[in-house]
């Protein structure tokens, strides 16, 4: 069952010992989450941060009305709005379970005992930071520098399981365009093949 964790805190800690690992375990709390459950909220502070035990998530936020989704989480991967949980401040994002989920969270104040205990735990919060910047600014990077085909195309080389767990709508939220546009793309490179 922890296998999933494991391999995620090896991902950002390859260094981190047994022990370590089982102390860090230990702050982590059991929890499940229905489909379309929110583990943040717009304008609510992010208690937590998780990692995903099982299921699909979606961090987005609401401009002019209007649904936009920054980033899709699967097993294995952190989940909550990281600003809100640093600076204890209300979120700017939604993070919405998309299937029947299980996740293991930290909260706030288990990180912040995390890091009194020494340089192993305050390092694992710089690398957290760090990986979230980077999957934030790819995203951003991304929708500002790239067509909606190529966002497309990228998205079918490097996580073609999305196509097949998540709703079209939310996919093309996530590109950047209507459900409409996003049944164009797939028509049109669907002729090329």
């Not at 996740?103 to 912040?112: D, I, K, P, T």
């Not at 735990?121 to 085909?149: D, H, P, Q, W």
């Not at 996530?174 to 797939?186: C, E, F, K, Q, T």
Request: aromatic residues 12%.
């Amino acid at each position: 069952m922890f296998s999933i964790i494991k391999q995620s805190l090896l991902k950002i800690m390859p260094s981190i010992t047994e022990e370590g690992m089982a102390f860090f375990m230990s702050k982590l709390e059991h929890r499940t989450l229905a489909k379309h459950d929110l583990f943040v909220k717009e304008g609510q502070v992010a208690r937590d941060m998780a990692v995903v035990y099982k299921g699909a998530f979606r961090l987005y936020f609401t401009y002019r009305e209007r649904e936009q989704t920054g980033h899709f989480m699967f097993e294995g991967q952190w989940i909550g709005d990281y600003e809100s949980f640093l600076t204890q401040k209300p979120a700017a994002n939604t993070v919405e379970a998309l299937e029947d989920s299980e996740v293991f969270c930290l909260s706030y104040n288990n990180m912040q005992q995390l890091y009194k205990m020494g340089a192993q735990y305050e390092r694992f919060g710089r690398l957290i930071a760090e990986y979230v910047y980077l999957v934030a600014m790819n995203s951003y990077k991304s929708l500002l520098l790239k067509t909606a085909e190529e966002r497309y195309l990228e998205l079918l080389e490097t996580q073609p399981h999305i196509l097949e767990r998540l709703p079209q709508h939310y996919i093309a939220s996530y590109l950047g365009i209507r459900a409409p546009s996003l049944s164009r793309i797939r028509n049109k490179l669907a002729q090329k093949r």
